[in-house]
């Protein structure tokens, strides 16, 4: 399978706790988002990756979270000190990055819950 | 931030009917429109897409029209199937390379 791929699928954690989230785009796009998704509720836009640079960041991304792409590849999420209200679907996406299109490919998401 | 809407959180049509999901958008400046189809559990899946400069855009059973006047997407489908059944999105693309969705509109296709 050579789509979008993220892991856990499913994570259940005690709040406080830190959880991390693992992204890996399709092999030759350059962008990477991750979104996040509440029952009922669209996709919200949290950040994106053009190859290793974070560019841009949504006012929902609190400093407990924080989103690396080190070698312009996987991408990780990290949430510490984890809070019920973040309990969602965490959704990453890549893309080819053109501007003519760009269309978003997403992975199945990991589904997280906070106790 | 962006706002895109969706007139109709819920729609239920006959199998073999055509379908039609509307949404609102509010950025003229947006240049890229997406449809997205998201089945329970997983992640969205691509439908369509057109750019600004378009106004109608056709694929395999699905069309989407773009009215930049009053800021309208709509997307019809055509002999709707009960693997139509779905929630379904529409997003644009932001002054930056974010996307923006709408709350969606869920599907239902009826016997």
């Known amino acids: 399978d050579t789509g979008v791929s993220q892991d856990p699928r499913h994570k259940i954690t005690k709040r406080g706790q830190n959880v991390t989230f693992r992204c890996d785009p399709i092999s030759e796009h350059n962008r990477l988002y991750w979104y996040r998704q509440t029952l009922g509720q669209g996709p919200e836009f949290l950040t994106y990756f053009q190859n290793e640079a974070q560019l841009e960041k949504s006012r929902l991304l609190s400093d407990r979270f924080s989103a690396e792409r080190p070698k312009g590849s996987f991408s990780t999420l990290e949430i510490q000190r984890t809070e019920q209200g973040d309990s969602a679907m965490y959704l990453c996406?890549?893309?080819?990055?053109?501007?003519?299109?760009?269309?978003?490919?997403f992975g199945e998401g990991s589904r997280l819950t906070v106790l | 931030g962006e706002s895109v809407g969706l007139h109709l959180p819920t729609l239920s049509v006959q199998e073999g009917d055509n379908s039609i999901i509307n949404c609102a958008y509010s950025n003229s400046a947006s240049d890229y429109f997406i449809w997205y189809k998201q089945e329970s559990g997983k992640g969205p899946q691509f439908i369509i897409d057109i750019r600004s400069n378009m106004d109608k855009r056709q694929g395999q059973r699905v069309t989407v029209l773009l009215n930049k006047t009053v800021k309208h997407l709509s997307l019809q489908i055509a002999a709707t199937q009960p693997g139509d059944s779905a929630v379904y999105f529409c997003?644009?693309?932001?002054?930056?390379?974010?996307?923006?969705f709408g709350t969606g509109t869920s599907l239902t296709v009826i016997p």
């Open positions: 996406a890549s893309s080819a990055g053109s501007r003519d299109t760009g269309e978003l490919f």
């Open positions: 997003a644009e693309r932001g002054s930056g390379n974010q996307f923006y």
